[in-house]
């Protein structure tokens, strides 16, 4: 497969960011086949980040080599968009550490069954053009064309830099800058905010009552206690955060139903402007500095949502009860 996109080569020292719509298993085969077979002509790494069914095509077209690295989907790209990013960081830091010079990889995200899930994984392919940046990563991210809905392949064209496509890499016209996709994408509407609030509190002015008022709606919820525990924590930073460098009036409102959590919390502030936030700590390595509120609230729930709306900032936090 050609490296070349008008002339310029793929960069082997910062992320490369390519994607390949495919029809068929042998459109699968070709163009992710010789992406990793000329990798390992060239002495770099080759992992495979796949289904199953993606996998053993892959494995075939490249002959079985037992340097091609095949890691399970669901350990790469892991439940939480910021662990997968965290997962890959390590992956190419482990190889970097080996001697390896760039890792490449063909990666297939699982979308999930939701809106929410999709959403949440169509920020993810903008979101590492930006949070994988600095590290030697390749990656050709694989879209089912006969499998997959059409918003994730509109967005797969309008994240991806580069399309792959009859063997070549070419320069994706339809690539939005990540910052202004990311904008412009909008929450999914969740049912449950139309139903009337189990807790609602408008101007918070006693933090560590609502502490306790959020801990005692939560302490006799079913389902699993850990992940009851990460919401709680979760709601306690972002109602923090929202207090310490928001705008008064601050409100929360707290939904419960036997199967999901979800809560918004409201200030009035210019709120973060930022659309990476929370992607990996605020002042990377040096946790010292604080600013891990947003990152950790996007580990501890299944979807974290910023939005902005007629001079308010609200972040929108829910947990499934699994």
Known sequence: MSSAVHGQNA????FVHDALLYDDAGQLAESAGAFLAEGLGADEAAVVAAGSWATGVIRDAVGDDPRLHVVDRADA????TPVAIAAF????????????TRVRVVGEVDFGSTEQDRVEWQRYEAVINHALAPWPLW????FDTQRLP????EAARRTHPTLVTAGRRVANEEFVDPASYLRGLSAPHEALEQAPPQLAVRGVT??????HA??????TTPGPRDVVEDFTLAVDEMTSNAVRHGSPPVDLLLWVSSGKLVCRITDHGSGIDDPFAGYGPAHGDDLSRGGMGLWLARQLCDHVDVSHDGGRTSVRLIAHLR
């Open 11 to 14: 960069s082997s020292t910062s």
């Open 77 to 80: 790209y892991r439940s939480r």
């Open 89 to 100: 960081r390590q992956l190419a830091d482990r190889y970097v550490g080996e001697g390896v």
């Open 139 to 142: 990656g050709l991210c694989v």
């Open 150 to 153: 059409e918003p994730v392949l």
């Open 206 to 211: 006693d933090f560590i009552g609502l502490r």
């Open 214 to 219: 959020v801990a005692g709606e939560l302490a």
